[in-house]
């Protein structure tokens, strides 16, 4: 069965602490694995999407990243207003649905 | 903003009730997706709608409809509402490929009393 799989949880770092978020997926026929940003009772927010292992995109201090089985979001001395839940999610092979993971809760502390 | 609107941004009503929640997808957009994210829970795919044809269904309940009408809102309809239904509702308008990346509206809280 297709899935998508986040770790950790939830992530508590300091102002300044670089750290990775992971994304596996188990979908076959990958067509392109998306990052969003949701702040607490807002809708998520579109950052990026990879379609090809090895390809990499930035966005200020986040870099995703894609292999074959599970992209990393890398945050390079994130600040408070990094704060949020980080999400991924991937197209079934018709493309009609999308899989997203539960998340990353990351708490960046000053 | 991601030019997709919802409305209304919170609707309080009672169990049995019926409420319907409003979407209008960005400019172009032919796709509507609808999810339900109940409290410290994942986002859930409900429906899909694709220039006003049903186009995939998720986890939706029969108590639950929804339409995407000729200008491309869609309406979600849910009925006979339960404490269980309340959530964040959000509609997701997409491009035309099949996994264009899918721009949120900012929800409809729903609290069912």
């Known amino acids: 069965e297709d899935q998508v799989t986040q770790s950790p949880e939830a992530l508590r770092l300091q102002e300044g602490e670089s750290s990775s978020l992971n994304c596996s997926y188990t979908v076959s026929g990958l067509r392109g694995l998306f990052w969003y940003r949701q702040d607490p009772g807002k809708g998520p927010e579109f950052l990026f999407t990879l379609y090809s292992a090895g390809e990499e995109k930035e966005k200020e201090r986040l870099k995703a990243t894609l292999t074959k089985k599970e992209s990393f979001l890398h945050i390079t001395a994130p600040k408070p207003e990094d704060s949020a839940t980080y999400l991924c999610?991937?197209?079934?092979?018709?493309?009609?649905?999308?899989?997203f993971g539960t998340g990353t809760s990351l708490t960046v502390i000053p | 903003d991601s030019g997709v609107t919802q409305t209304p941004k919170h609707l309080i009503t009672a169990t049995g009730q019926r409420v319907t929640l409003r979407c209008s997808p960005r400019s172009g957009d032919l796709s509507v997706y609808w999810y339900q994210q109940s409290l410290d829970q994942g986002l859930q795919f409900l429906i899909q709608?694709?220039?006003?044809?049903?186009?995939a269904k998720g986890n939706i309940l029969e108590r639950f409809s929804a339409q995407q009408f000729p200008d491309l809102h869609s309406e979600l309809n849910l009925s006979s509402l339960e404490l269980g239904d309340s959530a964040l509702y959000f509609c997701?308008?997409?491009?035309?490929?099949?996994?264009?990346?899918?721009?949120f509206g900012p929800g409809t809280r729903l609290t069912v009393t």
């Open positions: 999610a991937v197209p079934t092979n018709t493309g009609n649905q999308f899989y």
């Open positions: 709608y694709y220039n006003g044809e049903e186009r």
């Open positions: 997701a308008s997409a491009g035309p490929t099949a996994s264009s990346e899918q721009y």
